[in-house]
T-cell receptor
Framework: KAGVTQTPRYLIKTRGQQVTLSCSPI?????VSWYQQTPGQGLQFLFE???????NKGNFPGRFSGRQFSNSRSEMNVSTLELGDSALYLC???????????????FGEGSRLTVL | TQLLEQSPQFLSIQEGENLTVYCNSS?????LQWYRQEPGEGPVLLVT?????EVKKLKRLTFQFGDARKDSSLHITAAQPGDTGLYLC????????????FGQGTTLQVKP
């Protein structure tokens, strides 16, 4: 079973630009969530999508957005990039739909964004 | 302030030593997970604990959930270089969604 695939793995942008990151979940997983990882703040929740609907959103500005397609693949977009957006962006998928929220998250290897 | 406080933040030990990593909070949780993240990779789930006082073992790793479900510990016996990585504890966020709240992590380096 293929794991979670994120593209691109590395990218460099300049301030003011925008970026789109892609995530393909494990086949059959309908929940996709995104996290930002930085040395200072650690892993922080961005948002979660389930069946093309945003189900939860973290405390990030509106410059951060996402969407999920009918095949469960997801994209996140960051507009008007700032230096502080430099981070590892991790996507995770889960087979858990409803009920208890103790399911396992399967993470991709991440997309490392550097903003100059 | 962080919901989950992990200690120590950094740990460098020699192969064969034992160590314990802690994850503490003042809040009560329905469950708690431990993940390990190796350089260049995403976190991988090690264990989920759900019952107060629960102890789970994974080879040389022993996980314990506090009786009051507010804290947890991870003990590694006879650490090996392959145990090197970032150890993260995580708890469910509010609502019935896939949101997890992570601790800041403990970076472990095991030298041969």
């Amino acid at each position: 079973k293929a794991g979670v695939t994120q593209t691109p793995r590395y990218l460099i942008k300049t301030r003011g630009q925008q970026v789109t990151l892609s995530c393909s979940p494990i086949s059959g997983h309908r929940s996709v969530s995104w996290y930002q990882q930085t040395p200072g703040q650690g892993l922080q929740f961005l948002f979660e999508y389930f069946s093309e609907t945003q189900r939860n959103k973290g405390n990030f500005p509106g410059r951060f957005s996402g969407r999920q397609f009918s095949n469960s693949r997801s994209e996140m977009n960051v507009s008007t990039l700032e230096l502080g957006d430099s981070a590892l962006y991790l996507c995770a998928s889960s087979s858990r739909g409803g009920g208890t929220n103790t399911g396992e998250l399967f993470f991709g290897e991440g997309s490392r964004l550097t903003v100059l | 302030t962080q919901l989950l406080e992990q200690s120590p933040q950094f740990l460098s030990i020699q192969e064969g030593e034992n160590l314990t990593v802690y994850c503490n909070s003042s809040s009560v949780f329905s469950s708690l997970q431990w993940y390990r993240q190796e350089p260049g990779e995403g976190p991988v789930l090690l264990v989920t604990v759900v019952t107060g006082g629960e102890v789970k073992k994974l080879k040389r790793l022993t996980f314990q959930f506090g009786d009051a479900r507010k804290d947890s510990s991870l003990h590694i016996t006879a650490a090996q270089p392959g145990d090197t990585g970032l150890y993260l504890c995580a708890v469910p966020g509010s609502g019935n969604t896939g949101k997890l709240i992570f601790g800041q992590g403990t970076t472990l380096q095991v030298k041969p």
